[in-house]
């Protein structure tokens, strides 16, 4: 019996096996002209699990002809990286590299990251880092500036079949979508529309796939849709409240409402709350929608917008769901119009370069005599309609415009 994973059995060891990632892999692509040119960089792998970041490492090391060291953030200490500079300055005086992975970097604190830097700066190790966090947030800056950061992207479900079909003939197993075609000599078998189930419910993840597979084959000889529900089980959705998932999902279902595609909103809508969303985080971000991308096209939508939150925060679910949808629906189909979000972020950035202007001396409060006859609020009048022929803004902007009307 092999003992060892069929995801680990199935890891590619040179480029030209890896399958998808094809924005990094290729003529021209970077990871491929890396290796061409033979000159190790400091690299951070950003992408989610099971998309082949370890394995990228690897087979850049082994291009390399350097040392691999591969330590992950949740168990490695202080001690580990000490170790690690041991044995860099011992392949150093052997004239090998020295490249050091590690996996979850965003497991390490400042401070542990920080030990790092020196090494990494005199070329003593070689980085590449693997995280599923957005790193700009994740790791220290000076890392980040010396490192690239290269963008791994969830495999695609076709990319998936093709890794599942390898991993089949590699353990001998028959693929048909003809089940009558079950081999009678008791030889192990997949049915095609069992191998793409295990596709779609893995999510991009190519080592969630070929786990599935693997347990699949496990349970049973012939293996078709069933077979692979019950291996699987119930599939977490692959959202994190607290993780980039989650902002991408937001952020999805703000541009629907923005792009006036009520079917979209809905979808992204129902996502997050199958997910298990904050109900009153959802509802936050459509206030703030329907001010800044519908706003003076309608003003109802944030008294909308508004009542929505509050329903929601009295309600609760599963019902507030029905809030939800039709103040999304709502939204998504209101005419849009950003005058006066527009006008408030050029305010905004007005005010921040010319913050030490003077206010206009008739503008200014005069509490007292002296203020009033040195023209403190000269001309002022407390009345309705009140306005002077003279400029309200400071005199070095009096002829900015910082409201536009598109109406």
Known sequence: MNRVPLAERMRPTKLSDVVGQEEIIGEGKILTEIVKKGEPVNLIFWGPPGTGKTTLARILAHEFKADFV????????????EEVVERAKLNWNLKTRTVL???????????????FLPHVESGLITLIGATTENPSFEVISPLLSRSRVVVVQPLSK???????????????VTVSSRASLLASNGSPFITKPALELIAELSGGDARSALGDLELALSLSNTVNEKVVEEAAGKKIPGYDKKGDKHYDTISAFIKSMRGSDVDA?????ARMVEAGEDPKFIARRMVIFASEDIGLAGNGALSLATACFQAVERVGMPESGLILAHTCIALAKSKKNRDSADAWFEALSL???????????WLRNAPTKLMKDLGFGKGQKWESGFHLDKNYLPDSIKDEKIFHSTM
């Open 265 to 269: 909103a809905l979808y992204y809508l």
């Open 101 to 115: 992975f590690v996996d979850e970097i965003h497991r390490f604190n400042k401070a542990q990251q920080d030990a």
């Open 158 to 172: 076709t990319a998936i079949v093709k890794v599942l079909k390898r991993a089949c003939k590699a353990e001998g």
């Open 351 to 361: 005010a921040k370069k010319t913050m030490g202007e003077p206010v206009p001396i």
């Open 70 to 81: 591969e330590i992950s953030a949740v168990t490695a200490g202080k001690k580990n990286v």
